[in-house]
């Protein structure tokens, strides 16, 4: 077993926004890092870090960001990760782990297998099951990621230590770590996340374009806000993913289409029972979930894992 | 200008549920009225009603209940309006005015035209835009009502004085009054309620319906969460209100599925500039849609109507 709890001496992150300023927060709040270097794209929002708290300095190039890490983490829009993995590679020493917090693992993973070459060995994919609908170093939170699961994609490549590494720095957040491969994660959160963001953007875009959309949103209640709060979410980092995930988003797609199709006739049908059947599954099976969560939540609470 | 604000003597309510349990608490709290009985098909509900002080008295049938009420509403889930006129159709009183709750109004008008032939002119129709995941009379809240719409949707046969009495009932318990038609009340809410619970329902019966569910319900976050938590309502209500509405819900359903057909070509072209188009304006069109509400809060809280 190896020896995966030393406080990191210096972690990189590539992003100080919600995502990399709160793994930030929580590394720092459990003592688990000696000296945060931020980089990015944004001067303001690196400067906003730095005031915040949220980092201990400020990199001026990819390279001197790495320099002596012992820890790096890509917490930007996952469209970026090729670049920044380039631009990282000549200057990776071999003690470096490299990690990412992309929503999607299979377009992360080919990157690294492009960008870093001989070096892939040390990328450990993962991804951080938390958000917020805010932005920017302003929106990290210290407890972003407690309670919340932490995914894993580990790579034939990668050792046991740094993968235990990764791991430990995301239990120091509060983070429950789960492993799938890259492949098999995308399908589940093209399932779970990934469509059920389109869904929300494509019924919002709907009733937008519609002559009368101004009387129609003036009744859209509750339930519609709710439905549809993932579409506040940001158009960029969505295109993104949709673009990374889009085979396994299509397959879902597909299913959920085949299923209004199904519908849809029951509608033209009148079918009472058929219309019934899928509600009443469909409720039956919400609450369920929510059952387990709930027990899931209590166990957590009482000490359990 | 009629004289709308006396107090009402006897509320006849059926359905002591949410909705109706409510509107009763609502009416009380305004000192709106004196004596509140309530009739419905579940005798504990009834018993629990008159328990939590939600009714006073519990009517042994339709026409004991309407017997000298100045105000009949019916809270029931629609499809059962036609029995329920046809109920108390001969006992009304031409001094008794009835509404409803129903969140279809089309098929509810024609239920009325039907069961109350030349008492149709009592009937005033209603559908308050407020509602929780629970039913029965424990959910019932006295505040649910509060800065909620109430749409009217007034028939040809009404007088003024009538839709007058039932706006001021709903205004009692702090709604907003606004009028639809039928047919435009019900196109307006296919789109921005009926169809989304449909949408919902679907997502989570699709999801439930896979081999690998369990997976998938294990990694389902809050977006899930929020995106389906109309899922988590009635499905006999929705049911009900899914048949009554089905013609404007399949004008919905359809233009919906035509912009997911849309997106599906975006995806299958890798189409970075399309999927952005749709993402950010459905994102701008929620934002405004949210910023829109919280002025009419802020107006609202702030004595303007």
């Not at 030393?6 to 688990?32: E, H, M």
Request: hydrophobic share 45%; net charge negative.
């Amino acid at each position: 077993m190896p020896n995966v709890s030393n406080v990191f001496k210096r972690v990189a992150i590539f992003g100080v926004g919600l995502i990399g300023g709160s793994f930030a927060l929580a590394l720092k709040k459990a003592g688990a890092v000696q000296h945060i270097v931020g980089v990015g794209r944004s001067q303001a929002s690196l400067e906003r870090a730095l005031q915040l708290g949220i980092i201990d300095s400020i990199a001026t190039s990819p390279e001197a960001a790495v320099k002596d890490a012992d820890l790096v983490l890509i917490a930007a829009p996952v469209a970026q990760t090729k670049a920044i993995l380039d631009s990282i590679q000549p200057h990776l020493s071999p003690t470096t782990i490299v990690t990412d917090a992309g929503s999607t693992k299979s377009d992360v993973v080919d990157a690294a297998k492009e960008a870093l070459g001989a070096k892939l060995r040390q990328f450990v994919p993962a991804h951080p099951i938390a958000g917020r609908e805010l932005n920017g170093p302003e929106a990290a939170l210290v407890d972003l990621y407690v309670g919340k699961k932490a995914v894993i994609t580990r790579l034939p490549e990668n050792n046991d230590a740094d993968v235990a590494r990764v791991a430990w720095a995301w239990q120091q957040c509060g983070a429950i770590i789960h492993y799938l491969d890259p492949a098999g994660h995308d399908a589940v959160f093209a399932a779970v996340s990934h469509l059920p963001h389109l869904l929300a953007y494509a019924l919002v875009d709907d009733i937008a374009r519609k002559e009368h959309a101004d009387t129609l949103f003036q009744y859209a209640a509750s339930g519609f806000r709710d439905f549809t709060r993932i579409a506040g979410s940001s158009p960029e980092m969505w295109r993104d993913i949709t673009l990374a995930n889009r085979h396994a988003m299509l397959q879902e797609l597909d299913s959920y289409t085949a299923r209004l199709a199904v519908l849809r006739q029951h509608l033209v049908n009148a079918d009472t029972a058929g219309i019934e059947g899928i509600y009443a599954n469909a409720q039956r099976a919400r609450h369920n979930w929510i059952s387990a969560i709930e027990a899931a939540e209590k166990q957590q609470r009482e000490g359990g894992d």
